[in-house]
């Protein structure tokens, strides 16, 4: 079986921080890049962050860099985001997946060859 979930989501102040989680099963994350993507209401998901298993590179969209951290625990097959200083705008269900290959263009996160996707994590950060 192969699989992520992900935890750590919940209701925070603006400037406050969390950290999600996401632990993989019937496959390592050494195998793979592990990208976190988000989804707000009436908006298309996006990409956030990235650690590529290929050459340890880690990749963050613009709207989050310097705010968010990608982390990974081999030893417990689990990818983490620590989001510092959130927003209202961070306001999202929060998806982790192991993919092929992810870049940045333009500001923009971008996985490909997507293997599979995580069920998401609730985020919700009040004004």
């Known amino acids: 079986e192969v699989q992520l979930v992900e935890s750590g989501g919940g209701l925070v102040q603006a400037g406050g921080s969390l950290r999600l989680s996401c632990a993989a099963s019937g496959f390592t994350f050494d195998d793979y890049a592990i990208g976190w993507f988000r989804q707000a209401p009436g908006k298309e998901r996006e990409g956030v962050s990235c650690?590529?298993?290929?050459?340890?590179?880690?990749y963050y969209a613009d709207s989050v860099k310097g705010r968010f951290t990608i982390s990974s625990d081999n030893a417990k097959n689990t990818v983490y985001l620590q989001m510092k200083s959130l927003k209202p705008e961070d306001t999202a269900v929060y998806y982790c997946?192991?993919?092929?290959?992810?870049?940045?263009?333009?500001?923009?996160?971008?996985?490909?060859?997507?293997?599979?996707w995580g069920q998401g994590t609730l985020v919700t950060v009040s004004s």
């Open positions: 997946a192991a993919v092929g290959s992810c870049t940045v263009e333009a500001g923009t996160l971008v996985g490909r060859y997507l293997v599979v």
């Open positions: 650690s590529s298993s290929s050459d340890g590179s880690t």
